[in-house]
């Protein structure tokens, strides 16, 4: 089992920034993808972005191309997700999740990809 808790949501004005932290447990985390899913009230469970085991190759959802980076540190254990240019509508719970395989080779959009899933933290945008 792969336990995952995220961490650095809150609450800032459209235009700010915000930097999301996911902490992996296990010593096989440089083994896994990991992404980043969101869900907002009343809407379903979204793609943002995810990134591959080797951290060479990454994906980001439409919405927040250019907006939003997805990267990671094995040596912390750590996904991050480096939020700028907020707007309201990225307001909702993020939930960090990793892959249900070792090393898949590119970086899942795919919730059923993923096995292992945070609790989630808020990020609430005000207009």
């Known amino acids: 089992q792969v336990q995952l808790v995220e961490s650095g949501g809150g609450l800032v004005q459209a235009g700010g920034s915000l930097r999301l932290s996911c902490a992996a447990s296990?010593?096989?985390?440089?083994?896994?993808?990991m992404a980043w899913f969101r869900q907002a009230p009343g809407q379903e469970r979204e793609f943002v972005a995810s990134i591959n085991w080797s951290g060479g190759t990454a994906s980001l959802a439409d919405s927040v191309k250019d907006r939003f980076t997805i990267s990671r540190d094995n040596a912390k254990n750590t996904v991050y997700l480096q939020m700028n240019s907020l707007k309201p509508e990225d307001t909702a719970v993020y939930y960090c999740?990793?892959?249900?395989?070792?090393?898949?080779?590119?970086?899942?959009?795919?919730?059923?990809?993923?096995?292992?899933w945070g609790q989630g933290t808020q990020v609430t945008v005000s207009s």
């Open positions: 296990g010593s096989s985390f440089s083994s896994y993808g």
């Open positions: 999740a990793a892959d249900r395989l070792l090393r898949r080779p590119y970086a899942g959009r795919l919730s059923l990809e993923y096995d292992y």
